[in-house]
T-cell receptor, first 113, second 112 residues
Framework: EAQVTQNPRYLITVTGKKLTVTCSQN?????MSWYRQDPGLGLRQIYY???????DKGDVPEGYKVSRKEKRNFPLILESPSPNQTSLYFC???FGDGSTEAFFGQGTRLTVV | LAKTTQPISMDSYEGQEVNITCSHN???????ITWYQQFPSQGPRFIIQ???TKVTNEVASLFIPADRKSSTLSLPRVSLSDTAVYYC?????????????FGGGTRLMVKP
């Protein structure tokens, strides 16, 4: 089954404790990206990657890191999480042919206390 | 990327056809129009994409007039499970694939 898998689905952590949210896709997509969704602010892009070893900032990259060492994986790293990073996070992937049909993961609800 | 304007919310009843209109006055020649559906606490799901005239798939139809300054997503005979937020996105296919810009969306409530 074609899918984007995020882990964990839920995470509660403390300020300053490094964490990684994993994202994996099985569709051989070139493009992958991370979004956060907050009430009243909608979906905002954090980082995206056009292919292996190619990443770029989205609209709200501060406080986040990403890496794309393999085509299928695109982890989101929070080196020192803060309470303002409490949010619902989505990973997405799509083909590199300019398609606007993106596939989204089920989401990771992160709470930083 | 072209800015889009959609109604904040709409109500409908089961079995009715629902039309959600999106305004995109500054759409560029290379821009495509894409619609997504999102249920609470789930990731958005692609519904349909079009460039001009009419596109239909098993889920919805998309109507785009000749001037392309607006588009209408049509959901035939909605059911309770169609209650969701619907997003209209506009962007060229080269860039939109890696940076989908979501606006506020339209919150559709389907009532029994």
């Amino acid at each position: 089954e074609a899918q984007v898998t995020q882990n964990p689905r839920y995470l509660i952590t403390v300020t300053g404790k490094k964490l990684t949210v994993t994202c994996s896709q099985n569709m051989n997509h070139e493009y992958m990206s991370w979004y956060r969704q907050d009430p009243g602010l909608g979906l905002r892009q954090i980082y995206y990657s056009m292919n292996v070893e190619v990443t770029d900032k989205g609209d709200v990259p501060e406080g986040y890191k990403v890496s794309r060492k393999e085509k299928r994986n695109f982890p989101l790293i929070l080196e020192s999480p803060s309470p303002n990073q409490t949010s619902l996070y989505f990973c997405a992937s799509s083909f590199g042919d300019g398609s606007t049909e993106a596939f989204f993961g089920q989401g990771t609800r992160l709470t930083v206390v | 990327l072209a800015k889009t304007t959609q109604p904040i919310s709409m109500d409908s009843y089961e079995g009715q056809e629902v039309n959600i209109t999106c305004s995109h006055n500054n759409i560029a020649t290379n821009d495509y129009i894409t619609w997504y559906q999102q249920f609470p606490s789930q990731g958005p799901r692609f519904i349909i994409q079009g460039y001009k005239t009419k596109v239909t798939n098993e889920v919805a139809s998309l109507f785009i007039p000749a001037d392309r300054k607006s588009s209408t997503l049509s959901l035939p005979r909605v059911s309770l499970s169609d209650t969701a937020v619907y997003y209209c996105l506009v962007g060229d296919r080269v860039n939109a694939g890696n940076m989908l810009t979501f606006g506020g969306g339209t919150r559709l409530m389907v009532k029994p």
